[in-house]
């Protein structure tokens, strides 16, 4: 019979108290070496019901069912109103925001995510085009030695990192700083803020044009590019675009990750 083993011998690992474990998981940032993630999202109207999976061997990770005006984004097929991870929140101004599930009790909760919508006339001709613009928090360096759940804080040494939310407004005053009132700053380095990707003038066709590449079969209002403001103009962060009647692509890279991607596209619902 081998005696106890003695304190001395015995590993220890400090786990912090704010660790979220399945929601950090889901708030991994793409690696920027590992491309796009092609994805679907499949709904279900009668249930109000969207659930996401990876295109590739169909794995399914996240649904996103209504209570009210807000999305419930749960780990569990078919949605939940109990067991869920985060909730969007629709606001009264077409602006959402994303919190966690543990932090949404309140008006001040942390956010992970905030959106605001608005249309834009391309010429007399067309209809107003809805567009987006959006800002989140680039996972940050661990300092300690922990084992980092995150991914990759932008280079591809894929380094150590976290994802976090940041305090209430504080996503909303960066876009008011970038946007507002005809500014024109560039972004804080410790943000990322993303908007539409505008159609193109074709000469030849006479008509405006964003190329989906076989990402969308369907015309729909929901069609739409999200490209990074201080990024390569042409390089879509994030596609969506129709399939089927009730199937979509939605194809995402860095700095976006499966949570947000999820969020992201949940805000367009009414268009």
Known sequence: MQSPQSVSDMWCIDIPTGLDLPTDRLLEPRRAKDGTLRCRVRRTREKALLELSIEEGNVFVLSACRQGKDWLI?????????????????????????????????????????????????SDELPELNTMQLCLTRPQQLSSGLVALGVDGGDDDGGPSTPISSPSGVLSSQLNRVYGHGARERCRPEFAILESRRPKWNPRTETYELPFAGRANWASARNFQLIERDGQPDRAVLLYGKLEEDEFALDFSHPLSMLHALAIVLTTWGW
């Open 74 to 122: 749960s780990e569990q097929p078919g949605g939940s109103t109990k067991n869920y991870i985060a909730r969007l929140r629709t606001g009264k101004d077409r602006s959402f925001t994303c919190v966690r599930c543990r932090d949404e009790r309140g008006s001040e909760s942390p956010e992970l995510l905030h959106v605001r919508h608005s249309t834009e006339q391309l």
